[in-house]
Nanobody, 124 residues
Framework: QVQLVESGGGLVQAGGSLRLSCAASGRTLSTYAMGWLRQAPGKEREFVAAITWDGVETNYADSVKGRFTISRDNAKITVYLQMNSLKPEDTAVYYC?????????????????WGQGTQVTVSS
């Protein structure tokens, strides 16, 4: 059974930083592409960042480029999202998700497995 568990969310002031973690278990998720997506109140779920199974390639939404960094540790089957220079518009529930193939990872509906989400709130 696949399980993805996010942690690290919280309340932070604008300009601050947070590091999200996603611990994965089950199947062979070390061979899966992983992504972070988010959903703000009243908005559609949107892509934030993705990483290939081996960590060689990454992709970011334009809104977070230069501020967020996705990484993974396959020995621990854990994916991270380092978020710097946070803005109030980054406030959302952040989800970790897994997809067999990296191609198409920008589409929220393309993911096979999802975590329960962690709340990130950025105050102005």
């Amino acid at each position: 059974q696949v399980q993805l568990v996010e942690s690290g969310g919280g309340l932070v002031q604008a300009g601050g930083s947070l590091r999200l973690s996603c611990a994965a278990s089950g199947r062979t998720l070390s061979t899966y592409a992983m992504g972070w997506l988010r959903q703000a109140p009243g908005k559609e779920r949107e892509f934030v960042a993705a990483i290939t199974w081996d960590g060689v390639e990454t992709n970011y939404a334009d809104s977070v480029k230069g501020r967020f960094t996705i990484s993974r540790d396959n020995a621990k089957i854990t994916v991270y999202l380092q978020m710097n220079s946070l803005k109030p518009e980054d406030t959302a529930v952040y989800y970790c998700a897994a997809r067999k193939w990296y191609a198409g990872s920008v589409y929220p509906n393309a993911y096979d497995y999802w975590g329960q989400g962690t709340q990130v709130t950025v105050s102005s």
